[in-house]
């Protein structure tokens, strides 16, 4: 059997950024991707935070192939008679370095990819690694079809479902109910209406966010990333409430209905479908972290668990590159002691000791609460209620400003309810 130091499963973000971190040190590695290309079949919303990651191969992100730096926020509370839209913009972030940027993986994949193929890391497309080889309980490389290749180091970066690493038993089978499902579609709009409807200048991009009626009262929310003239357009929809609430809506329709709904069609106007898809999201978020190591293998990105829905952001991506990076990063270290069994322990202290598995423990309450179906419900109509009650101006006298905001507060705000519900808040 041909052996190699290193094996990577999976072309998306955590793989290539593991690959591209063991070629760069001249290790022998091959990265194994499904795909027709590396980027060909993976999902995203649409921003990598860089910040967290850029010094991470700072040269990589100098020169990537990202569509716009994200210098204006918004998010909308979305009801089916008003919408509430907060707009925030900065001067820090409309300035180098940009904290975030919208990505096509697509684009931006395939060129990580021959990223590490310059830096003498070989990248098979078109293959699915259908198991890994076990030998006394260590993973000692690969079979893909009639293909065995044997590694020292197997790095699982498969995404979210896992199927391989499940089947291996290094994981466990990810339940649906951890789960969500996005739908997403890339809308064509000239760079110039792009920047006229999110109010950007010339070359910088917006992220826009909206709860409430787009997941009809369900967990979840749309998404809207403006790329260079493109649009990625979408929902994710927790699996539970989708099975749970659902009312027999065919879930995917709801795309149709959050594109139409009268406070957003205007902003998808004119465009033209480029590509529609659909993909699995993990919301477990810490609690649904296995153990990232073990004999002969780590596990890094989705398949590790590492993505994280923080509400008014998502994050996953910069999760998967800095996984990638440690993994490598740990084989590297325990190659030059000379034991690389020492690689497991050294890329999880990594992963803890840092931002990664800290950001996912700070905001691990973050699951629970959003259970709550009064998020996406009852807080969305209430401040659409405050804003209605404030600017409408009947024949009859008006009331204070004071009494008119009071008003609604009182009646949506001050109770039993409300007030547990804000205990929760402290918590994430
Ligand atoms: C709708 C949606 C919106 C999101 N929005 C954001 C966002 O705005 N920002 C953010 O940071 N994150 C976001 N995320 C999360 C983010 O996209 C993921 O966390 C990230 O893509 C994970 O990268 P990965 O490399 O671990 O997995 P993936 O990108 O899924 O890559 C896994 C790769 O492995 C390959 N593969 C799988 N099985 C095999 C096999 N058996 N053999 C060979 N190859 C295989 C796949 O083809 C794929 O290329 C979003 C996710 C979704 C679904």
Redesign the pocket.
Same mark, same amino acid.
């Given at each position: 059997m041909e052996k190699v130091d290193c094996i990577v =499963?999976?072309? /998306?973000?955590? /793989?290539l950024s593991a690959a591209y971190g063991l070629a760069s040190e001249g290790l022998e590695v091959i990265l194994? !991707?499904?795909?027709d290309y590396?980027g060909a %079949?993976? =999902?995203?919303? /649409?921003?990598?935070?860089v910040s967290p990651i850029r010094d991470m191969y700072p040269e990589l992100w100098e020169a990537a192939p990202f569509e716009r730096p994200v210098t204006r926020e918004f998010i909308t509370l979305l009801n089916s008679g008003n919408a509430t839209t907060i707009e925030f913009a900065s001067d820090k972030f409309a300035a180098q370095p940009y904290q975030s940027y919208t990505v096509l993986r697509a684009t931006l994949d395939l060129w990580l990819s021959e990223q590490v193929m310059e830096k003498g890391g070989m990248v098979i497309t078109n293959q699915?690694?259908d198991e890994l080889l076990m030998e006394d309980g260590k993973v000692i490389g690969i079979r893909a079809g009639e293909d065995e290749i044997g590694a020292d180091m197997t790095i699982v970066? !498969? /995404?979210?479902l896992g199927?391989?690493s499940t089947k291996a038993g290094l994981r466990q089978k990810p339940s649906w109910k951890d789960h969500a499902v996005?739908f %997403?579609e890339t809308i064509e709009l000239p760079q110039e209406v792009i920047e006229s409807r999110w109010h950007l200048s010339p070359g910088q991009g917006a992220a826009h966010l909206f709860m409430g009626e787009v997941t009809k009262g369900m967990l979840g929310g749309g998404f809207l990333y403006t790329n260079k003239s493109s649009i990625s357009f979408?929902i =994710?929809l927790g699996m539970k409430d989708a099975k749970e609430r659902a009312d027999k809506i065919d879930v995917y329709t709801l795309l149709d209905d959050f594109k139409a709904h009268p406070h957003v069609a205007p902003l998808v106007a004119g465009g033209e479908l480029l590509e529609y898809s659909a993909?699995?999201?993990s919301e477990a978020g810490y609690a649904g972290i296995p153990q990232l190591y073990g004999d002969g293998y780590l596990l890094?990105?989705?398949?590790a668990g590492l993505?994280l829905n923080q509400l008014y952001t =998502?994050?996953?991506?910069?999760?998967?590159v800095a996984s990638g990076y440690y993994a490598a990063k740990a084989t590297l270290e325990a190659k030059q002691q000379g034991d690389l069994s020492a690689a497991g322990p050294m890329y999880e202290k990594m992963m803890r000791d840092t931002w990664v598995i800290k950001d996912l423990e700070t905001a691990q309450h973050i699951p629970h609460f959003i259970e709550n179906p009064r998020i996406f419900t009852h807080y969305p109509q209430s401040v659409g209620r405050i804003f209605e009650r404030l600017f409408t101006l009947t024949s009859d006298p008006t009331e204070g400003i004071y009494h008119k905001v009071m008003g609604s507060v009182k009646q949506d705000f001050v109770n039993a309810k409300t007030v547990k519900e804000l205990m929760g808040v402290r918590k994430i």
């Open positions: =499963v999976g072309g /998306g973000l955590a /793989g194994i !991707e499904r795909g590396a %079949k993976n =999902v995203t919303g /649409g921003r990598l935070y699915r690694v970066a !498969e /995404g979210v199927l391989v996005g %997403k979408g =994710v993909h699995v999201i890094a990105g989705d398949t993505a =998502v994050r996953g991506m910069d999760f998967a």
